[in-house]
């Protein structure tokens, strides 16, 4: 049994140490905005926060997130109200198909934890996940927006 | 008179063969005290040649630099601020960076993809810290570690130079490449890659005897 918390609850699975986060989370634990893209870390579908790290999870055994804490797309909202980058990502209208979305905006939510004012190169060299519908310049719109609102809601 | 005298005194030029004789005798006697006491310390042993150790030492560093120089080693000691991959030293893809503290930029550090193994599923190789096999250990050697296009004395200066190296003697450095876990790696890349060509144990004595004849390096050719 391995031991860790997700979105703030403490879980245990009986999985292999060596299962991929990604299906623990989905398959176990039962949390579908978390997707599979390509398998290898590099499309960043799979991003999810592992303590105080973007981390992609299809990549990442469950071994080494015993003890720690996991945080998902359902997590990131208090249960009320939406997170400032999901409410950027409605008002900008990213989407398309909107499969690599949660991804983006995991990554988007930490890097507006480190750097709250980024500039369009800072997301450029920040935000390297794959969107196969190419909403990268819509994604780089909601990403000021959000820190805008996280600004404006820390005001 | 002996026999020496009767012999020699029996030949056509005895008044100048006699004292060339005994200058040619006193010539021989002088060289080979000169050598002995150049070849003897105050011990009595035989010093080995400083020449040829040194040249043992530079030999031993040849070998070592096509190890440092070997794509599983020297991706991540790139001279600019992007990491390699694979065999033809291809920039990382998707924009990868060094970042401030060569762990990569905020939102895509080198631990959101390589953790402290091989990764078998996914195929992302990683590597754990010494002291802690769930911890990653990936990151790239500082900038002024990067040894992508130098040759081997601006590279042999470099690793030598302890402003540059973090403050390592060459006995520190051949700690670093016989015990740190991200070294040991390049021997085990995971499928795929290939390992450093010759044993890793191999490579350990090379240093060994490249530490113990002085720890040598060629010399950057002016010309």
């Known amino acids: ?155 | 008179m002996n026999l020496f005298f009767k012999k020699t005194a029996s030949v056509k030029n005895p008044k100048w063969q006699r004292p060339v004789l005994l200058a040619a005798i006193c010539l021989v006697l002088l060289l080979s005290m000169v050598r002995c006491k150049s070849n003897n310390n105050n011990n009595g042993y035989v010093s080995i040649d400083k020449k040829s150790v040194k040249e043992e030492s530079l030999r031993h560093f040849e070998e070592i630099t096509k190890v440092l120089q070997h794509p599983r080693c020297i991706n991540c000691h790139p001279n600019d601020n992007y990491p390699r991959q694979g065999d033809d030293m291809h920039k990382h893809l998707f924009n990868v960076q060094r970042g401030p503290d060569d762990r990569g930029i905020t939102g895509m550090k080198c631990t959101s993809c390589h953790q402290a193994s091989n990764n078998l599923i996914s195929g992302v190789p990683g590597a754990p810290q010494p002291n802690d096999s769930l911890a990653s250990r990936w990151h790239l050697a500082p900038l002024s570690m990067g040894w992508i296009g130098l040759d081997d004395a601006e590279l042999g200066a470099r690793l030598l130079d302890k402003k540059q190296n973090g403050n390592m003697s060459p006995k520190d450095l051949v700690e670093h490449m016989t015990d740190d876990p991200l070294v040991l790696w390049a021997w085990d890349p995971g499928p795929g890659r290939e390992p450093i060509p010759i044993p890793h144990d191999e490579f350990v004595e090379i240093l060994e005897k490249w530490l113990e004849t002085g720890a040598e390096v060629p010399k950057k050719n002016k010309d």
């Open chain 1, 1 to 155: 049994m391995i031991k860790f918390k997700i979105n703030g609850t403490v879980t245990e699975v009986n999985d292999d140490p060596e299962t991929p986060l990604l299906w623990v989370i989905r398959d176990s634990v039962g949390l579908k905005g978390t997707k599979f893209g390509c398998g290898k870390a590099f499309c960043g579908a799979c991003s999810v926060h592992v303590e105080d790290q973007v981390v992609r999870s299809c990549s990442f055994p469950l071994k080494y997130a015993a003890g720690k804490s996991v945080t998902t797309i359902e997590g990131i909202s208090d249960g009320q109200e939406l997170h400032p980058v999901q409410k950027a990502w409605i008002e900008e209208q990213v989407p398309q198909c909107g499969y690599c979305q949660s991804g983006f905006i995991m990554s988007t939510v930490k890097l507006l934890e480190k750097n709250p004012n980024p500039s369009d190169e800072d997301i450029n060299n920040s935000i390297t996940n794959l969107c196969r519908c190419g909403t990268y310049s819509r994604v780089r719109k909601a990403v000021h927006k959000s820190a805008e609102l996280i600004k404006k809601e820390q005001n």
